[in-house]
């Protein structure tokens, strides 16, 4: 049973869900437009874990977060091809087990945190939509 104004209602779970994406695909929309077209010297001020790849990866790494973003948001949006935003989802999240094992690699803890969360974040999308 659930309880009035909770979270457990339909429009409030697409409304969390709405904002958990926007929020995810605006921190992958900034995060891939670095990555993708700046300098590797400046992507590593931001991201020095990434100082063991080829600036061509790092740049594949940033067109993946990119498409990851529109996934996220644009196909509900404008309700054509609505699979792709759990795929979206799932690719982000598979990105963020990388980039923590990563992290993990090179003893960065709070790296680990920091992007097994954003994978939480992509697998409550992915489950929801």
């Known amino acids: 049973m659930s309880r009035p104004g909770g979270l457990s209602r339909p429009g409030n779970v697409n409304?969390?869900?709405?904002i958990l994406q926007a929020v995810l695909a605006?921190?992958?929309?900034?995060?891939?437009?670095g990555k993708a077209f700046q300098s590797k010297e400046k992507v590593l001020v931001k991201?020095?874990?990434?100082?063991?790849?080829a600036p061509g990866t790092i740049r594949f790494i940033g067109a993946a977060e990119l498409a990851g973003a529109i996934g996220l948001v644009l196909p509900r949006a404008l309700g054509v091809a609505t699979v792709l935003t759990p795929l979206a989802a799932v690719g982000i999240a598979v990105m963020m087990l990388l980039g923590a094992l990563a992290?993990?690699?090179?003893?960065?803890?709070?790296g680990v945190g920091v992007?097994?969360?954003?994978?939480?974040?992509?697998?409550?999308?992915c489950v929801g939509r």
Do not use: D, M, Q
């Open 26 to 33: 605006a921190f992958f929309a900034l995060s891939g437009l």
């Open 115 to 125: 992007t097994l969360v954003l994978c939480l974040l992509a697998v409550v999308v």
């Open 47 to 53: 991201a020095p874990v990434l100082e063991n790849y």
């Open 15 to 18: 409304i969390f869900l709405w």
């Open 103 to 110: 992290h993990f690699k090179r003893g960065e803890w709070l």
